[in-house]
């Protein structure tokens, strides 16, 4: 059974082959074309978490494309807490064709997919973010129209977001740096495997104004993730020499982009005016997410036949 869990689990073609298929389909839902490949299929969406984008782009993506997708909410299912996991998993499977899941805790989302007999595609976990940064760089292609070394600069916390970077850059060839207080690396084994699969240019730095120069793309989050919200205030202390603010933006010396996987937290790691500037792509970003989800379904069903 194929799922969707980390990006690095795919190879260049695959990770390829899915873009184009997002391409597809994008064009064709802004045509309005009938194109309801998910029939009679059903979708379970778990979620431990919040969400807009995720809730809203699967559903409605699943939708168009002619199936049922089913939310359920922390309190619908208690996954892990009323019922065991992998009970739940083997449960959704007898029902449901995919399941889409968003937990905290990374190993409960291999737990469900190695019972899952049906594919199971990772929503965000604290670890990582799959679907986001597949969704990012299927942005970064629109607007460079090439993906081979763009320049991205990661400016916060290294999070599920950088995680998620540094798996695509195990695949496809990014010149990528997170830029970062020193005590809020990514992990380091996810570093190490990045830098040693040789495929792009890896760089940790300190110093947003170094790291920022030639940078295609100023990408950043929020400083305290779901579950951290409780240190938002320490962490706005620690952080705020990374916030992304014009006069960064200006340093890179090059026409750059500001992506954002939202929510933002405007006026802490990003001011309004670059969340409204015309370089701002958050809202490309945020629909994209639909048609990139979509097509990793697609090609989910394809290969598992
Ligand atoms: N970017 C993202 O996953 O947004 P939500 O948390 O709103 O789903
Ligand atoms: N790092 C953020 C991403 C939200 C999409 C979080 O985990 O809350």
């Known amino acids: ?29 802004h045509l309005r074309e009938n194109h309801k490949i ?4 059903s979708l379970a969406m778990i979620f431990a978490k919040p969400s807009a984008r995720t809730r809203v782009s699967f559903e409605t993506g699943f939708e168009w494309m002619g199936g049922h997708a089913l939310f359920l909410g922390p309190n619908d299912i208690g996954i892990g807490k009323r019922e065991a ?6 449960l959704l499977s007898r ?19 190695e019972y899952s007999t049906i594919p199971v595609i990772n929503g965000l976990t604290d670890y990582n973010h799959p679907c986001q940064i597949m969704t990012d760089i299927f942005t970064v292609w629109e607007h460079l129209e090439v993906i081979d070394n763009p320049k991205i600069v990661y400016m916060g916390d290294g999070n599920n977001i950088v995680h998620s970077w540094l798996q695509l850059a195990m695949k496809i060839p990014l010149d990528f740096v997170c830029c970062c207080p020193e005590d809020f ?15 792009s240019k890896i760089n940790i730095s300190h110093n947003p104004t170094e790291a920022i120069l030639n940078a295609d793309i100023v990408y950043t989050d929020v400083w305290a993730s779901m579950g951290q919200k409780d240190e938002a205030a320490e962490r706005e202390k620690l952080f705020s020499s990374f916030q992304v603010n014009e006069d960064l933006i200006e340093k890179s010396g090059k026409k750059t982009f500001f992506m954002h996987c ?36 697609a090609y989910l069903f394809e290969k598992n036949k």
């Open 38 to 41: 998910f029939q009679n299929r």
């Open 95 to 113: 029902y449901n064709d995919v399941i889409m899941a968003r937990l905290f805790d990374h190993d409960h989302i291999l737990e469900l997919a």
């Open 1 to 29: 059974m194929k799922h969707f869990l980390h990006i690095s689990d795919y190879s260049n073609s695959e990770l390829w082959e899915i873009l184009k298929l997002a391409k597809e389909l994008k064009s064709k839902f």
């Open 85 to 90: 996991i992998k009970d739940i998993s083997r």
């Open 185 to 199: 690396k990514p992990d380091t084994a996810t570093l190490q495997k990045a830098i040693d699969s040789g495929i």
């Open 262 to 297: 939202l929510p933002a937290e405007r006026g802490r790691e990003v001011t309004d005016g670059v969340m409204e500037a015309d370089y701002s792509i958050v809202f490309d970003q945020a629909e994209n997410r639909m048609h990139v989800q979509n097509a990793i379904m």
